[in-house]
Structures are given as structure tokens and as C-alpha cells.
């Protein structure tokens, strides 16, 4: 062998050895749900293929940088390392990554600000696919991904007869997504349909469960032991989960903030509302903004009825808000009704979106249950 072909050789292996470190490194980051340098490992990983030819670690190492990306909130960022990949015909790569492709493009389609009739039709070729490519066990993430849609459009029944649909046919090989996914959609029906004892019993069940990603799990479930115990009025326990789940992933911050409210404890969300603020300012998923705009409405309602001399409330699980017959402090309370018509208003804008989007009319009714409140508000203030 010649020179140049040994060095040659020995640059394509110290290129290897380096991919499979930052591999190692990038899952590592993976699995405790740090999206954004995980991303940045497979990038450099990806970099490192395409320099020595690698082509079918190119493929797989760009597929996991986009949904990194994705995770991360990044969606057109994402979009634009997948998309590629769908029309690859020359490049090899394995069937189950390329079927991973397909269900990463769905789910960024699904996110981003496009038509109902694209979601369907990119969602119908998902399964197409996944029937013609020899990775029928994939259809269960889309039934999983309409289930989603669903409640979304706040299609509740409908949402548990598709996420049990997904779930009589999950299979826990790659690619399709943990089950942990499954079991939070589900218990978060449940709360919504107001059956909080049925945790128990899917709480028995993901335990049986492989924990592939530990940080998810154990973040996910105490999310939803804190809004169960919201809905059950035990607050100081509701509060207990949601400084745990923070603990586990500082980004999971929501738990705490709407247990904070709805004890009235309106100083010590600030801080964490103001996190999650911040991090959704990189998300470009409408639903994300939109959950965030919500809960930033929620703190300003909370806040007015704190100065107004009103008791707290939930106003994600409580179903009585009885109008104040008075208000205590009359100028603060106009004041923070000032503050909370503006939020009502950002939440209103990207409400309206959503369910153009979806063809439904679910976050616009949310919004309007909050608006009636705030009306209930202004009409005492008017009496004082």
C-alpha cells in the first residue's frame, strides 16, 4: 500500500473513532433530554461522515441532529436536515432510518403553521410508507401523532379511542418513539376527561415498561402527579411534584408555576414563568407558544385576583369562578387588568392561528372561558 493510501486509511479511522465518541456523548445528552448539545454532537459527528465518505453514518447522524433540533424547538432548522433525507434515493442508509425520516417530517409538519389538508395528506403517506416499507410497526406513531391532533382540537374521545388504537399495536423496537409518549398522552386525557384514578393504574403499567429515557420518564410523571393533585385540591402536594419535576429537568418548569397559582403564591412564579418565557422564545411550535401565552394569561388573572381581595383558583381544572361581589383595592385592580387584556390578547392572536390551522375551535373557546372571567372581574370593579 502506498503512502498516501496508508494515510489515507489511518484519517478514515481516527475519523471513526472520533464519530463513535461523539455518538456516545450525543446519546448521552440524548437520554437526559439535553436536545441542544446533543444536536451539536451529532452535527459534528455528521461533519465528520461526510469528510471520509461515510455515507450511511452521514444519513443517521443528520437524522438525529434534526431531531435534536426538533426537540429543542427549532422546527424549520429541522426541516431543513429532513427534508433532504426524504428524497435521498442514492444514499445508503438503513429501512428503519429512513422510515425514522418519514416520522420526524410528519411530526415537524404536524407543528409548524400549515394547513389541516397537508397534516392529513403528509400523515396518510407516513402510513403509506410504512405498510411499503417493510416498518408496519411505525403506523403506531401515527395513530399516536392523530391521537394527538385530537386533543389539540380538544376531541377528547376521540384522542383515547387513537391512543389506545397505538397503543394495542406499539412495538418497543427502533424507530418507533418510547412508550413513555404513550403514557403521557393517555394520563393526560385522563385528567382532562376528570378521572384522576386511572393513573394508578397506567402508573403500574409504564412501570413495566423499558425506562430508555430517564429524565423523560421521571419528569413526565411527576407532571402529572402535580395536576393530579391539582385536581384533587391537595396543593402543597401538587406543589411538592412540581419542585421535584424541576429538579429533573429545569426546563419543566410548568408544573410548578400552575401550582404556585392556584395557591395564590403569585411572587414565587414569577421566576419560573419568566424561564419558560425565555425558552419559548426558540420554540416556532404553535402549540408551545400557545401553552406558554396561556399560562402567562393564567399568572396575570392570578395576579388580578390576588389585588382584587379574590381566592385563588385553577383555571386549568377548577369549574366554578364566582364573580367578586367587591373589590378591595380598586386602582391596583384596574391596573392588573390592564396587564391581563394585553396577555388575553396574545393568546387570543395565536388561539386564533391554531384553530385555522386545525379547523377546530378549541383554544379560542379556552380562551373565552378566561375572558369571561376577566369580564366578571371589570363588572365588579365598575360597581366599587
Known amino acids: 500500500m502506498s503512502q498516501a493510501a496508508n494515510a489515507n486509511a489511518s484519517a478514515i479511522a481516527q475519523g471513526r473513532k472520533r464519530m463513535e465518541e461523539l455518538i456516545d456523548a450525543a446519546d448521552s445528552l440524548y437520554t437526559r433530554s439535553e436536545y441542544e448539545q446533543a444536536g451539536d454532537l451529532y452535527r459534528r459527528a455528521c461533519e465528520i461522515a461526510d469528510a471520509i465518505g461515510a455515507r450511511e453514518e452521514w444519513f443517521q447522524y443528520r437524522l438525529w441532529w434534526a431531531e435534536s433540533r426538533r426537540l429543542h424547538g427549532r422546527l424549520r432548522e429541522a426541516f431543513v436536515l429532513v427534508e433532504p433525507l426524504l428524497k435521498d434515493d442514492d444514499t445508503p442508509a438503513r429501512p428503519a432510518d429512513r422510515s425514522m ?8 409538519v404536524i407543528n ?11 400523515l396518510e403517506r407516513a402510513e403509506t410508507l410504512a405498510l411499503d416499507s417493510g416498518v408496519p410497526k411505525t403506523l403506531s406513531v401515527y395513530t399516536h401523532l392523530r391521537a394527538r391532533l385530537a386533543l389539540w382540537s380538544g376531541e ?25 409518549h404513550y403514557f403521557v398522552l393517555r394520563g393526560t386525557i385522563s385528567l382532562l376527561k376528570r378521572r384522576p384514578d386511572a393513573l394508578d393504574a397506567l402508573f403500574k403499567e409504564w412501570s413495566t415498561c423499558e425506562d ?11 407532571d402529572l402527579r402535580s395536576r393530579r393533585a ?11 411534584y412540581g419542585r421535584r419535576c424541576r429538579l429533573i429537568n429545569n426546563e419543566a418548569v410548568a408544573p410548578l408555576i400552575r401550582a404556585f397559582l392556584s395557591t395564590g403564591d ?3 412564579a414569577i421566576e419560573p414563568l419568566l424561564q419558560m418565557r425565555r425558552d419559548c422564545r ?23 385576583r390576588s389585588v382584587a381581595g379574590m381566592a385563588p383558583a385553577d383555571d386549568e381544572f377548577d369549574l366554578d369562578f364566582p364573580a367578586p361581589a367587591s373589590i378591595r383595592d380598586p386602582k391596583a385592580t384596574a391596573k392588573a387588568l390592564r396587564r391581563t387584556r394585553r396577555a388575553l390578547r396574545t393568546v387570543q392572536e395565536i388561539a386564533r392561528s391554531l384553530d385555522e390551522k386545525l379547523e377546530c ?21 365598575e360597581r366599587s
Open 101 to 108: 425520516a418519514v416520522q420526524v417530517y410528519t411530526k415537524l
Open 112 to 122: 409548524l403553521p400549515v394547513a389541516l389538508a397537508t397534516i392529513e395528506k403528509t
Open 156 to 180: 377528547y374521545d376521540r384522542a383515547e379511542t387513537y391512543e389506545e388504537e397505538a397503543w394495542a399495536i406499539w412495538s418497543s423496537d427502533y424507530p418507533n418513539v418510547v412508550a413513555d
Open 212 to 222: 430508555e429515557l430517564p429524565t423523560l420518564r421521571e419528569a413526565s410523571q411527576l
Open 230 to 240: 391539582r385536581l384533587e385540591k391537595n396543593l402543597p402536594l401538587a406543589i411538592d
Open 266 to 268: 403569585i411572587a414565587l
Open 282 to 304: 426558540r420554540s416556532e411550535g404553535g402549540r408551545a407558544r400557545f401553552e406558554t401565552a396561556r399560562l402567562n394569561l393564567d399568572f396575570h388573572l392570578a395576579a388580578t
Open 361 to 381: 375551535t378549541s383554544h379560542l373557546e379556552e380562551v373565552r372561558k378566561r375572558q369571561k372571567r376577566i369580564e366578571d372581574i371589570e363588572d365588579a370593579l
